[in-house]
């Protein structure tokens, strides 16, 4: 069963073609990797998915259902979460408030429950502040939660991000570059920590990442990109041996 | 908070005793008290739209405009004959002026959601000529309609026997057959501050909500809480109409103390009079804004023994309190923190 669909999407910038007739899946509770040299257009398709982009041709179907007309807080409505290759969290709220923004979304207090706050409104509040509180803890998140984001460690914010994310209660999570910044003993519970998610929310992960070691290590299927054409796909260890892959990320031999 | 609701029937029973001394505040203070009242309210309901959402508004004078006009020819045309039908007493009037108060700011609102819709898809200096030039085509506009006085300001209407009302016509027959009713003053301690409590209140809880951290998540990253979830679009309007309904009742307020409005009393420098105290108060925090507001009101009065040097004084204690305190009064030190002062780490440009 695939959960997401890229059906030969394209996009062009002008007369740049950033995608290129695309055309992969990620399946029900997969973790797929998304790899590419710089400038392949792997964040261009997170933006196709979770609609910042519209593409210029081709369809994305989330659950059998076309997503393309979809404003980004629909697409994250319907399931899909993100996160940002340059840490995008809010400067001027907390480390909990952070996480609370993607409560919003099936949050029953609007308005006017929030401003006359009835006795529905802590009760939900409190529930939200629990949830927030395991998603802290399972992410090792030990910190004082009233704390601006902004003070965290940079490794520790790329973790608040993926929180943030799945606090959206998302089917698909995206992660861009993950591992960006990190060092090498970062990198490995971090590895662990997205296996982890994976089995506990019953979620598929779509991960573009620059570190070979963290792709290989977790990915059950990778995909390769080059000038926004997919130029292989299949399981780490083919990839790995993939003539076509080598050529893009070190360049053609010397023949003498 | 929980206690939050006790707090607010403890403010306005206090409120309203406050009130019953009133007769005894020597009027320039009374009226002072009253101008700071007004200003409160512009100031925080502004504050929710720059200094919460981040929508750099410069337009709030038009809708307080709206508001002010609004409800004074409400109260002036049709008063009369609907106080008759709940009786003179003080309950009728109390009633009416709450419904006239709301159908300005209410009328304010409209125009936010109008002005909000299109202009909100713009961003920083852009939406502030945008709001800007909208507030002065509000009064131009009313500048040119002489039924609400155009620009000699709108004082009274003049209620012919034979039913025909004008304004003009009075200065032609200025002696019998007609009745007299001005802009009724109705604001007094009592609603100023009971709208003064409300905004605070409603905004504060607003803002401690899990929905209310949706508006500083827009005005701190649009993309991030898009991808959160959140309707930015909508949010972002929403801020406006109620920022905009609130300067709106500010208006009727006004309109219904002074019992004249002109439509030089809503110009440009009205617009940035309120800007001012959100800044000097610190964009997003209501206690800082309400103290920046009452300060702003107080100090051109204090200054008045110094009349000559009033205004350079003025400008003068504007630029040393951004030299000292950019963030305003009671502003969030972006670059400083809230507790620990440990700087986040190099953040390196993920390639």
Known sequence: MEILTLNNCTIRFGGLTAVDSLTTHVGQNELVGMIGPNGAGKTTVFNIITGVYDPTEGDVLFNGESIVKYKPFEVTAKGIARTFQNIRLCQSLSIRDNVKVSYNKSCKSRLVSSVIQPGSYFKE?????????????????????????????????????????????????????PAAGMNPSEKKDLMKLIQTVKEKFKIS???????????????????????????????????????????????????? | MRNSKLLFLVSVVAIFGINLLSGSINQYYYQIIIYAGINIILAT???????????????????????????????????????????????????????????GGLGASVAGLIVGVPSLRLKGDYLAITTLGFSEIIRVVIQNLNIIGASQGFRSIYVYDNGVRSLEAVQEYSNIGYKFYEVPKYTDFFWTFLVVAIIIFGITNLMRSTYGRGFIAVKDDEIAAESMGINTTKFKVTAFVIGAFFAGIAGGLYAHFIQYVNPEDFNFLRSVEIVVMVILGGM????????????????????????????????????????????????????????????????SKGA
């Open chain 1, 125 to 177: 509040e409190n529930e939200i502040d629990e949830d927030i509180d395991r998603l802290l803890e399972m992410f090792d998140l030990h910190v004082d939660s009233d704390d601006y984001a902004k003070n965290l460690p940079y490794g520790e914010q790329r973790k608040l991000e993926i929180v943030r994310a799945l606090a959206t209660k998302p089917q698909l999570l995206l992660l861009d570059e």
């Open chain 1, 205 to 256: 992960i779509l991960l573009v990442e620059h570190d070979m070691s963290v792709v290989m290590g977790i990915c059950e299927r990778i995909f390769v990109l080059d000038y926004g054409k997919k130029i292989a796909e299949g399981k780490p260890e083919e990839i790995q041996k993939d003539p076509k892959v080598i050529l893009a990320y070190l360049g053609e031999e010397v023949k003498k």
């Open chain 2, 45 to 103: 309901s502004l504050n929710l739209i720059n200094g919460y959402t981040g929508q750099f508004s410069l337009g709030h004078a038009g809708f307080m405009a709206i508001g002010a006009y609004l409800s004074a020819s409400i109260s002036t045309y049709f008063a009369p004959q609907l106080i008759a039908i709940l009786g003179e007493g003080a309950f009728g009037h109390a009633v009416w002026f709450l419904v006239v108060l709301l159908i």
């Open chain 2, 284 to 347: 997003g925090s209501t206690l800082g804004v309400v103290i920046a507001a009452i300060i702003l009101t107080i100090l051109p009065e204090l200054l008045r023994d110094v009349q000559q040097y009033r205004m350079i004084i003025y400008a003068l204690l504007i630029i040393i309190m951004m030299l000292l305190r950019p963030q305003g009064l009671f502003g969030i030190n972006i670059s400083r923190g809230k507790k620990k002062t440990r700087p986040a780490e190099e953040k």
